[in-house]
């Protein structure tokens, strides 16, 4: 499938950014500090006292990491300007793109629902006769996208790019098993979940885009690719249990009222990933 790549610059001459980054960076320590862990135990430490203190060290890495973990989306929620500010489209860092990108396949799905597949895609200007699902995916990915001028379109195509990787997972890459599993979406409670995820995947990006190639020079990309797995699996796992509270239904996304949802839902994730600030 296709997908949005770019290469994007590190974070030199940005100041605001200096306690996110020392959070990273302590969150790829516990990962370096566990692997060096793991190797000694297997260079040879049988006694049990030793084995005792492994475990003790270990509890130590998991708890500085988890405290860094919260520090990391604390500080990123901050430099945003807060939730409520980044949900509205108000931050100039992050959030403007996240919203026109929700709000735009949310729409998409909705009409699939409605008018099937192939209407939505001649509405759109797309003829789907002859087209594989590699071509439909490429196709709703542009259509979706907030463009590529700067990190936060670039987070936001990257986070529906991965969306449309979960939901080809989900339909075996097939376009009548994907119109039935949009439609069905829509039809419950399953668009919020759906939703809730792109947004999960566009918080992490803007971790990863800023981050992960320094974490990679400085420690490898073992640690680097562990440390960035990790970050991921902690953001979408809160945004899994917020998306179990908060589902909804019978919702007109392509209105104000999907537009309300869409900056309620999101408010809602931010303040949980960042400990309600």
Known sequence: MGTTQRIVPGITGQPNWGSLNNAITRIAKTVEEEHESGQEAEDGQEQQEVAEEDAKKYQRIINRRK????????????????????????????GRAGRATATKFTTVFTDIKEKGLDQTLTDLGFDLQGKSYESVMDFLLIYCSSGDAGMDE????????????????QTGEDLDAFEAYISQNVDGEGLTELLCTFLGLYIFEHLSQRFQEKITQAKGEEISKETFRIIKEDILAQVKLLDDEKKVSNIDWRGPEGSAAIEEIFESILTIISDGN
């Open 67 to 94: 405290a860094n973990l919260r520090s990391s989306l604390n500080n990123l929620v901050r430099t945003g300007g807060g939730a409520s500010n980044i949900s509205k489209g108000g931050s100039a860092s992050m």
């Open 154 to 169: 670039t987070a936001a195509n990257k986070a529906f790019s991965e969306l449309t990787e979960i939901i080809a997972e």
